[in-house]
Structures are given as structure tokens and as C-alpha cells.
């Protein structure tokens, strides 16, 4: 930040902010772009930590009315955070997700943490952006925000994360590579494999799904489901298309394996039969709703128990 008075801003033609042109106030503050708010020392004070430090030090307690701080930030996103800090009313429900980013940044330079608790309360980020669920997930980490992160976390599970080919590719590329850190980035990395590896595991499990006869058991149509059930979740890691009405049933993988019909020789018990269509569905929706859904290792869910 830096310091400096009135007539040294002539030249750059500062003009107030309507919101902020009290002339009582005793503190002016100018955005990066010269415009300038004036704002009293006392609710600055109150609000942020960066100004209890500054008007804490023998320097703040010098200067004069005529004094301008300079605050490194445009001014659309300083001046909705000082209308927080102000209590001025803000339409926060109609910010974009840039908005509010840039907003937190400029919260965070001058350490606000009631205007970042009011951000946080008044923002349902999933609803209000379903479309980036990456970035709130970015942004959630970035903050601490732990139940943001998880929810926003089980909301990237029907994108593609490990694709290079997809259309959203290259988008999503850069919104993981705004994640700020390499922690929590693994931790969304190793929630999505940990599905896929779970899911893989547990569909090709012979007493979950078991083939019993030597003679009518040619497993081929089974293992060629099962590659196309593999093949979904890789690509949709929520399971979506395996759980939705008609989903498996549609897949052509599936009509094969139920055309087969159930064998003649005592004790056979063929499991993916037209006979066992409906218990073998719902054993594999089993599979799919009992993945973990959960962002920190240590609580495996169903992972702990294979």
C-alpha cells in the first residue's frame, strides 16, 4: 500500500465514490484505479486487521485528513467489500464466482474476517454456481471452509478429471490448476480413483456376483458388462448413468448378458440370466450407491471393508 495526499492524485483526476463521499469521514482510501472512498478510522478499525495495524503505528497516528491509502485492488471489488464493512446493503446472491474471488482476495489483504463470515453464510457457492464446482472446491480449501470443500468435492464426480481428450478438457485443466494446493488437490485426485478402484474391485467379486456351473457359465457377455460398467464410472465417476432408471438396461452389453437363458443342470444357479436380471441390477446399483463419497482418507467408508 502506499501513502500520499490529495494534490498528488490531481493529475490522475480522482473523483469519490457516490457510496462513500462523506465529508465528515476522516479517512480517504483510493482503489489501484484512483477512485477514492471516504470512510470513517473507526469502522476501518473496527473491520480490519490491516488498519488496526496501520492506525496502531506511530506513521497512521501522523498523517494528516488530506492523507489518501492507496489499497492494491480495482475498485468494483473494494468498494463491495467496503459496503460490507460498512453494512451498506450488496445483492451477494447476484455475484459471479470471478466476483466473488476477487472480492475474498481483497478480504484477505485486509483481514475482514466478519465480511468473510458474512460471505460464507450468505452464499449457497454450490446452488449459486453449479456450473464450477472445481473452483468452489478451490476456493473452499483455500478458506478452510471444510463442509464447502466436501459438498463441492462430491459435486466434480461426474467430470472427468484425469481426461486430456474431452470438450471440457482444457477448462478443467485450468480450474485444477488454481487449486492453491498440492494437498488438497491430491485429496480430490485420490476421492475420484478411490471410487473407481472400489467400484472395480467389488463388481468382478465372484460371491457378490457368482458364476457356479462349469457347464452353461461362458462369462463373456457378463465381463463384456462389466468392462462397459468400468468404462462409465471412469467417465462419470457419480455413477450416473448406471443408477439412472433404464440406465443399464440400455447399455447393449446388458441385453446380451439377460438373453442368456438359465441352464438345465442340477444345482445350476446362473446369476445373469433373464431369471436374476432384477437381483443382479440391484446388486450392481448396490455397488454404485455404496461408494465413498468422502475427501479424507482415514474415513474409508466402504473401502475398509474389502
Not at 492507496?70 to 460490507?84: D, N, Q, S
Not at 445483492?91 to 465480511?115: H, R, W
Not at 463373456?220 to 455413477?239: A, K, M, Y
Request: aromatic fraction near 6%; charged fraction near 25%.
Amino acid at each position: 500500500m502506499s501513502v500520499s495526499t490529495l494534490p498528488e492524485l490531481e493529475e490522475a483526476k480522482p473523483q469519490y465514490h457516490p457510496s462513500f463521499d462523506d465529508e465528515d469521514a476522516d479517512t480517504v482510501l483510493s482503489s489501484n484505479d484512483h477512485v477514492l472512498f471516504r470512510l470513517s478510522r473507526i469502522t476501518l478499525r473496527k473491520s480490519s486487521g490491516y488498519f488496526r495495524n496501520l492506525f496502531g503505528s506511530a506513521k497512521g497516528q501522523a498523517t494528516s485528513n488530506s492523507t489518501v491509502y492507496e489499497i492494491p485492488f480495482p475498485t468494483v471489488p473494494l468498494e463491495r467489500v467496503l459496503l460490507l464493512i460498512s453494512g451498506l446493503p450488496l445483492a451477494i446472491e447476484k455475484l459471479s464466482f470471478s466476483e466473488v474471488e476477487d472480492m475474498i482476495e481483497v478480504m484477505q489483504f485486509l483481514d475482514t474476517p466478519g465480511p468473510i463470515a458474512t460471505m460464507r453464510s450468505s452464499i449457497d457457492v454450490l446452488r449459486q454456481f453449479p456450473n464450477e464446482p472445481i473452483s468452489v472446491y478451490g476456493l473452499a480449501t483455500k478458506m478452510g471452509w471444510d463442509e464447502v470443500a466436501q459438498k463441492a468435492a462430491e459435486a466434480t464426480l461426474p467430470i472427468d478429471i484425469y481426461s486430456t481428450v474431452s470438450k471440457d478438457a482444457t477448462r478443467v485443466e485450468k480450474e485444477l490448476g488454481h487449486i492453491s494446493t498440492s494437498g488438497s488437490l491430491l485429496a480430490l485426485f485420490r476421492m475420484h480413483q478411490r471410487r473407481k478402484d472400489i467400484f472395480r474391485q467389488q463388481i468382478r467379486d465372484r460371491t457378490r456376483f457368482q458364476l457356479l456351473c462349469g457347464v452353461c457359465c461362458d462369462p463373456t457377455h457378463w465381463r463384456l458388462l462389466v468392462g462397459r460398467l468400468i468404462e462409465e464410472l471412469d467417465h462419470d465417476c457419480s455413477g450416473r448413468s448406471i443408477l439412472k432408471p433404464g440406465g443399464i438396461e440400455g447399455m447393449s452389453e446388458a441385453t446380451k448378458c439377460w438373453a442368456r437363458r438359465p441352464c438345465n443342470t442340477r444345482g445350476c444357479d446362473y446369476r445373469h440370466g433373464l431369471s436374476n436380471k432384477v437381483d443382479t441390477l440391484k446388486k450392481i446399483r448396490s455397488v454404485a450407491e455404496g461408494l465413498p463419497k468422502n475427501l479424507k482418507p482415514e474415513d474409508k467408508g466402504p473401502e475398509a471393508k474389502n
